[in-house]
C-alpha cells in the first residue's frame, strides 16, 4: 500500500479509538443530575460576578441572575475589575429597576501582580461573599443568563447528589455564520480532551470545569485554598476544578440547558482571538507539545478527506475507503453536539475545515506568546505563570492601600 492508504489508515484507527474508548465524548447526554429529593432547608447561596467592560451584555444577563427564584436566601455580588464602559453604574441601574435579589457592586482596584484579572475579582468578591456565610458560591460570567429555576435546579444537584462543585458548560451564542461553524466545534474539541463522563465517576479519569457557571461548595473552597492556589491561572476554569479535586471534592461538569451565554462572536476575527488567547497556555508553553497538537490535528481531522480526495486523484482504493471511511465516523461523531446547538446537520462534514482553522489558532496563540504578548483579553496581557509564594484562603476585603474597596449594596 502506498504511504497515503497507511496513513488513512491510521487515522481511521485513531477515530474508532475516539468514537469507543474516549469516554463516548460525542455524545451530549451529561445533563444535570436530578436528585431524589428537594433539600429540607435551602442553604444560603451568594453569586459572584466578576465583570469587566461589560456594559453591552449586563442587561441581557444581570436581570436573569436578579429574577431567580430561588427558595433559600441569596443575593449577588458584582465585582467591577477596572471597567472603563461604566459596568458598576449600569448593573446599579439594573438592580435598581427590578425586584428580586439584592445587589452589592464592589470595586477593587487593579490586580496585583501575579494575579489575572478575573482571579483577582474573584478574590474580592469570595471574600465579602465569605462574610455573609453562605453554603455555595455561584461564580458565573457576567455574559451568562439564567433561566429563573437556574440556581435552584444547580443547588438541588449539588445537595442532592453530594457534589462540591457543580458547573455547567453555558450554551453559547450561535447566530452569525462564523459562529455556526466554530461554536460547536468548540465545545466538541473541549468535550474530547475533557470527556465528561470521566470527569462524573466516582473514580474520575479527567478533571475540568467551565467557568461561565460553577457553583462551588464554600467548605470545599476554603479547604483548596481558591482563589489564592490558582491566582494565576489564565484557563482558570480547570486550574479550580483541579484545586477541588486535589483536597478530594467531587465534581460534576454537563452540558447546559438552562443557562446561556449571551456574549455575540459576529467575525471570525473575534472568534479567533477567543481561542488564541488561552490556546498555547493550554499546551502548557511547550514547542514539543504544540508541535504535537498539529501534526496530531492533521492527522486525525485533515488527513482522511485528503487522502480521500487524493486517493480518488491517484486511483488508490485503500486512501479512499480509509480515508472516507474516517471522514464518515468523524461526522457521524459530531452530529450530537450540533443538534444540542440546533443547527443543520450538512455543517458535519465540514469538521475538518474548522478543524484546520483551529490549528492556525493554536499556532497563532504561539507565535503572540514568542511576540511577547501572551495571553491578552481586555486591555490585559498575562506572561507564563511564575510560582510565588501562597497567601491565604478568603482573605480581607481591603484595597491595595488597606482602605476597603468602594462598595454599593442595592
Not at 440546533?342 to 506568546?369: E, I, K, N
Request: hydrophobic letters at 45%; aromatic letters at 10%; proline letters at 9%.
Amino acid at each position: 500500500m502506498s504511504p497515503l492508504a497507511w496513513i488513512a489508515i491510521a487515522s481511521l484507527a485513531v477515530w474508532a479509538w475516539l468514537l469507543l474508548g474516549q469516554g463516548f465524548f460525542w455524545r451530549t447526554d451529561q445533563r444535570l443530575p436530578v436528585p431524589a429529593r428537594t433539600p429540607e432547608a435551602w442553604p444560603r447561596v451568594v453569586v459572584v460576578v466578576p465583570a469587566r467592560d461589560e456594559a453591552e451584555v449586563l442587561p441581557l444577563s444581570l436581570p436573569s441572575l436578579l429574577a431567580q427564584d430561588y427558595p433559600g436566601p441569596a443575593e449577588v455580588i458584582l465585582v467591577d475589575d477596572g471597567s472603563t464602559d461604566g459596568t458598576g453604574r449600569i448593573a446599579e441601574e439594573l438592580a435598581a429597576c427590578q425586584a428580586g435579589l439584592p445587589l452589592t457592586v464592589v470595586a477593587p482596584g487593579e490586580p496585583e501582580p501575579g494575579w489575572t484579572g478575573k482571579l483577582w475579582a474573584l478574590r474580592h468578591g469570595t471574600a465579602l461573599a465569605q462574610a455573609r456565610g453562605p453554603e455555595f458560591l455561584l461564580l458565573t460570567d457576567a455574559d451568562i443568563a439564567h433561566e429563573p429555576d437556574s440556581l435552584r435546579l444547580l443547588v438541588e444537584a449539588a445537595t442532592g447528589h453530594d457534589l462540591d462543585l457543580v458547573s455547567q458548560m453555558a450554551r453559547l451564542r450561535v447566530a452569525s455564520s462564523w459562529e455556526r461553524l466554530i461554536v460547536p466545534a468548540f465545545v466538541y474539541f473541549f468535550c474530547q480532551l475533557y470527556p465528561f463522563r470521566w470527569i462524573n465517576r466516582r473514580r474520575p479519569l479527567a478533571t475540568a470545569a467551565a467557568g461561565g457557571c460553577v457553583l462551588l461548595r464554600t467548605e470545599a473552597a476554603k479547604r483548596a485554598g481558591v482563589p489564592e492556589a490558582i491566582r494565576q491561572a489564565v484557563i482558570d476554569d480547570v486550574s479550580l476544578a483541579r484545586a477541588v479535586r486535589g483536597v478530594g471534592g467531587r465534581i460534576w461538569l454537563g452540558l447546559a440547558d438552562r443557562v446561556d451565554s449571551v456574549r455575540p462572536y459576529p467575525r471570525l476575527g473575534d472568534l479567533w482571538r477567543m481561542v488564541s488567547r488561552s490556546a498555547y497556555t493550554q499546551l502548557r508553553h511547550s514547542p514539543a507539545l504544540l508541535a504535537g497538537t498539529v501534526a496530531g490535528l492533521a492527522l486525525v481531522y485533515l488527513a482522511p478527506p485528503a487522502a480521500l480526495v487524493a486517493g480518488l486523484f491517484t486511483e488508490d482504493a485503500p486512501a479512499v475507503w480509509a480515508g472516507g471511511a474516517a471522514w464518515a465516523v468523524m461526522t457521524f461523531t459530531y452530529l450530537p453536539m450540533l443538534r444540542y446547538y440546533r443547527q443543520p446537520l450538512w455543517l458535519g462534514p465540514l469538521l475538518p475545515f474548522t478543524a484546520f482553522l483551529y490549528l492556525l489558532m493554536t499556532v497563532d496563540s504561539a507565535v503572540r506568546h514568542y511576540r511577547g504578548r501572551g495571553a491578552a483579553w481586555k486591555g490585559r496581557t498575562y506572561d507564563r505563570p511564575e510560582k510565588s509564594a501562597p497567601q491565604r484562603a478568603f482573605p480581607d476585603t481591603r484595597s491595595n492601600d488597606g482602605t476597603p474597596p468602594q462598595h454599593r449594596r442595592h
